[in-house]
């Protein structure tokens, strides 16, 4: 553990959005979950967690983030408890901050993978445990922290590098925004009209971005985006909760597939990530998804450290 990591207490803190952090809690975050993938990859036993329950809240279901929150835990020593919409009485109309007062009796710590960002919000104000964003329509920084600890891993550093995310302004471009404003990280999004992203992270990335000297850019031409890029981004162009727009996504986002003619302007040795779930021959070719430049599973092995290094500074 680094001298930064010793000085840095995050007990009891929520983790809703990066926009809530600070580059050095980032940072301590980011050593952190690649000290505990070193620890599990040597079978180191580390358990700061024994005895410990993290409730799971499933609105919107998941492979990635079910998966690695529960081993995460076990791996900590504590217990991960699946909960889905029918299985609370939020279903049939518990307020949130009912359910948040609730549970804090019985657990040590939440997680909740939802639609509104505002359940997360009011969740985290009821609630005296910490409270962890497993995704919202606004926000997914579980994953926008394993990704940045991929491209540190790989690239060795991320202050100076280029992102850039080709495709919806969603919650994913949204996170790798507030992620890269606090880290030094060039980022540029390329989205059609209409799917840009919220123009009130935009304002807010561009102005933490300027204390660093990096830059924040919003386009509608992919070229610009991905020129000499060392890290090349996308994600489904229709996201959970919006398969009714499937068709007309696939007509507005059909210059803005990630294949082998666009990357060629990005760099040389650039890394390929995705979120996955991917739908191939759509917004990334085969190509390019599984070819050399693609780190797409290193980068979902990181949900795992990534998370446990977020659950053991919260709850730990």
Not at 56 to 62: D, L
Not at 100 to 118: E, F, K, P, V, W
Not at 163 to 184: C, F, Q
Not at 288 to 304: M, T, Y
Request: charged letters at 25%.
């Amino acid at each position: 553990m680094t001298t930064t990591q010793t000085k840095i207490n995050l007990r009891g803190r929520d983790f809703i959005a990066l926009a809530d952090y600070t580059t050095e809690e980032i940072q301590y975050l980011l050593d952190y979950a690649i000290e505990l993938k070193r620890k599990q990859k040597a079978g180191e036993t580390y358990q700061p967690l024994k005895g410990k329950t993290l409730g799971m809240i499933f609105e919107k279901s998941s492979t990635r983030t079910r998966v690695s929150f529960e081993v995460g835990m076990y791996q900590l020593g504590g217990h991960a408890l699946f909960l889905s919409k029918n299985d609370l009485q939020l279903g049939r109309g518990e307020t949130v901050w009912d359910t948040a007062q609730t549970m804090s009796r019985y657990l040590d710590g939440i997680m909740i993978r939802t639609y509104a960002h505002r359940t997360v919000i009011d969740l985290a104000r009821g609630a005296t445990i910490p409270v962890i964003n497993g995704l919202t329509d606004m926000n997914h920084p579980c994953q926008a922290l394993a990704d940045y600890q991929t491209v540190l891993e790989k690239k060795g550093k991320l202050q100076g590098l280029k992102l850039a995310y080709i495709g919806d302004g969603n919650n994913m471009a949204h996170s790798l925004m507030l992620g890269a404003s606090k880290l030094g990280v060039n980022i540029a999004v390329a989205s059609p009209e209409g799917y840009t992203p919220d123009e009130g992270i935009v304002k807010q990335c561009k102005e933490q971005a300027g204390a660093f000297g990096s830059d924040v850019l919003v386009t509608q031409d992919p070229k610009e985006a991905i020129a000499d890029a060392d890290v090349v981004y996308t994600d489904v162009w229709a996201s959970m909760g919006f398969e009714s727009e499937q068709q007309l996504r696939e007509m507005a986002f059909r210059h803005f597939q990630v294949n082998e003619e666009l990357t060629r302007y990005a760099k040389p040795d650039y890394l390929f990530l995705h979120c996955l779930p991917a739908h191939r021959g759509e917004e990334v070719s085969e190509g390019v998804i599984d070819g050399k430049h693609s780190v797409i599973f290193d980068q979902a092995e990181n949900r795992l450290h990534a998370q446990k290094a977020i659950m053991a500074a919260l709850m730990g």
